[in-house]
């Protein structure tokens, strides 16, 4: 109020032509030294992308790194990647990269999120997407909804499963998935459905034989708030509607992240604020009623609006907030919160991954300053960059 109140004279001091302070003036010599915005955290530029704008990001145990490129309207010329050096190499190769829109289940269309969860294989959660047209794209591919499992070894293609139509909806968005192989004969999957057009759900897939069903389907726990209004980088982030006015885009359930001993997976709309629980023997139990699910759902309140989620395996559970350019991580044992990065320079801080030196990797991919949100100019600046953050975290093994 202080401040609010100081500027308020100030304005209307100018505005009556009376004369303001020297020690008030504005001085480009000593404006360095005015104070400003306290950063939290440590920095370090991983890698810079000067072409396509990257989302989904993961580190393997040996540390090598893959990121994801979704076709949302940049002409991407590959949808996968990996960081080799200071270059981003198309994953596996570059043919299998292209969209083949007459066998979408032999190549790859729109990749949304990769993730190595320790069972040595990189796994590729392709949207099915096409044409470049983001969230809202009108052109899901038949059978283009998929999981594809690419030996870390061999750097081949060992598996392919692509998800039934009860499960992948027309109108379903697969957005991030985690691995859980301790259950069931090959394990399972848990994948957010992030549809603009229809019901946000988790989506569990069982890895054996690639059965596949909706859960918390339409579930108030997997749908956009519906009062949530995003500020970003201090504006309203909304999109100009077909009637000319303001509308937001509501986007449900987006970040996912399991527990390590993979009973309880954690969950959260991007258009909210949020954090959400379920029991995952619910989940995977088919006889299991829509109520029963439904009823073991746990809000643990607002942890601030999020792209993506990540587990450690201590148990703690990282949280980007694209609206504060920052992480913030929960001890899940004692219900505190901590904010371990806070920096004007992560521009929306989109997927998280720990990597086996301590470090939280995060992609900042200024979605926020897409095209669609200014009034049709894209005012994204090059590069895109891949952060890591020092956090003394260590990554979850998924065969445990």
Do not use: C
Request: proline content about 6%; cysteine-free; aromatic content about 8%.
């Amino acid at each position: 109020m202080r401040t609010a109140l100081s500027l308020g004279l100030l304005t209307g001091a100018l505005a009556l032509g009376q004369g303001v302070p020297a020690a008030l003036a504005d001085s480009s010599s000593a404006s360095d030294a005015l104070p400003g915005e306290q950063r939290i955290g440590q920095l370090e530029a991983a890698f810079r992308f000067t072409e396509q704008m990257p989302t989904g990001v993961t580190v393997t145990r040996d540390n090598r790194r893959f990121v994801s490129y979704p076709r949302w309207g940049d002409g991407n010329a590959y949808t996968v990647a990996e960081l080799k050096d200071g270059r981003a190499v198309p994953y596996p190769d570059r043919d299998f990269n292209r969209p083949n829109a007459k066998a979408p289940a032999e190549s790859l269309i729109s990749v949304q999120s990769v993730v190595a969860p320790g069972d040595g294989h990189l796994w590729l959660l392709d949207t099915g997407t096409l044409p470049d047209a983001g969230y809202q794209a009108s052109g899901q591919l038949d059978h283009g909804p998929k999981l594809v499992a690419i030996d870390l070894d061999t750097n081949r293609v060992d598996r392919t499963i692509v998800l039934p139509d009860d499960a992948a909806l027309d109108s379903t968005y697969l957005n991030d998935v985690r691995f859980d192989f301790s259950h069931g004969e090959a394990g399972v999957a848990y994948i957010t459905d992030s549809s603009f057009t229809g019901p946000g759900a988790i989506i569990v897939v069982d890895l054996a034989s690639g059965e596949a069903w909706r859960r918390l389907d339409g579930h108030p726990s997997t749908q956009a708030e519906p009062d949530f209004v995003p500020v970003v980088e201090g504006q309203y982030m909304t999109v100009t509607g077909d009637n000319g006015e303001q509308q937001i885009n509501r986007v449900p359930a987006d970040g996912i992240a399991l527990s390590p001993d993979g009973s309880t997976l954690y969950y959260s709309a991007l258009s909210g604020r949020h954090l959400y629980s379920v029991p995952t023997r619910l989940l995977r139990d088919r006889d299991a009623s829509a109520r029963e699910v439904e009823e073991a759902v746990v809000d643990h309140g607002q942890k601030g609006a999020s792209d993506g989620l990540a587990m450690d395996n201590q148990g703690r559970l990282y949280a980007t907030d694209y609206e504060h350019n920052a992480i913030h991580r929960l001890d899940t044992r004692t219900g505190q919160w901590q904010t371990i990065a806070h920096d004007p320079r992560l521009l929306w801080p989109d997927t998280l991954s720990i990597g086996p030196d301590g470090g939280v990797f995060v992609t900042a991919n200024q979605l926020e300053r897409q095209a669609q949100y200014h009034d049709g100019e894209d005012q994204r600046q090059r590069p895109f960059v891949l952060y890591r953050i020092k956090a003394d975290a260590q990554p979850i093994d998924a065969r445990q």
